[in-house]
T-cell receptor
């Protein structure tokens, strides 16, 4: 399968702590995207990082990309209860379809 | 600004009945459109995508079909539903510029087939 795989599958932390989620993939990518899904809702795009980028920030979110290791990480700093959601990475592979391929996601629970 | 609508929000249908889910996008033209299915606790499975009116690509052989009768309208259909068709169906759009930027998702339709 070409899809990215998130790790861990589930993560439970206390408010104020940092949350780190990882995504690994197997073939070269054009870009990698992170999405968030609240229970029973649609996905919301968080960050897109291109293959020639190594790090991007958006508010409390930090995404890194290591193309040599074929992996990406999403860091949420100073987490809040409202960050409770599932987080998905989606990979867009080079040289073919431009459609993002989604992993199975990491379920994050932030306890108040 | 762009918005995407899906309806209905929830649907309970008996096995063997037909299905029609609708998705419309506002505020953009010539979008790429997508239908996904998400099983409980799982990732998204791409079902169909479309790069233009009347152009449909199917990713997974199944009991479903899709149509794009207008530029910003995407319809998911079935003639006879199966139990395995139950799931959360998501419509999404992206700008039609090749290597796509982000996808924008609708609120989803929860389908239960009994």
């Amino acid at each position: 399968s070409q899809q990215g795989e998130e790790d861990p599958q589930a993560l439970s932390i206390q408010e104020g702590e940092n949350a780190t989620m990882n995504c690994s993939y197997k073939t070269s990518i054009n870009n990698l995207q992170w999405y968030r899904q609240n229970s029973g809702r649609g996905l919301v795009h968080l960050i897109l990082i291109r293959s020639n980028e190594r790090e991007k920030h958006s508010g409390r979110l930090r995404v890194t990309l290591d193309t040599s290791k074929k992996s990406s990480s999403l860091l949420i700093t100073a987490s809040r209860a409202a960050d409770t959601a599932s987080y998905f990475c989606a990979t867009v592979f080079g040289g073919g379809s431009y459609i993002p391929t989604f992993g199975r996601g990491t379920s994050l629970i932030v306890h108040p | 600004s762009q918005t995407i609508h899906q309806w209905p929000a929830t649907l309970v249908q008996p096995v063997g009945s037909p299905l029609s889910l609708e998705c419309t996008v506002e505020g953009t033209s010539n979008p790429n459109l997508y239908w996904y299915r998400q099983a409980a606790g799982r990732g998204l499975q791409l079902l169909f995508y479309s790069v233009g009116i009347g152009q449909i690509s199917s990713e997974v052989p199944q009991n479903l079909s899709a149509s794009r009768p207008q530029d910003r309208q995407f319809i998911l259909s079935s003639k006879k539903l199966l139990l395995s068709d139950s799931g959360f169906y998501l419509c999404a759009w992206s700008a039609g510029t090749g290597y796509s930027d982000e996808q924008f998702f609708g609120p989803g339709t929860r389908l239960t087939v009994l």
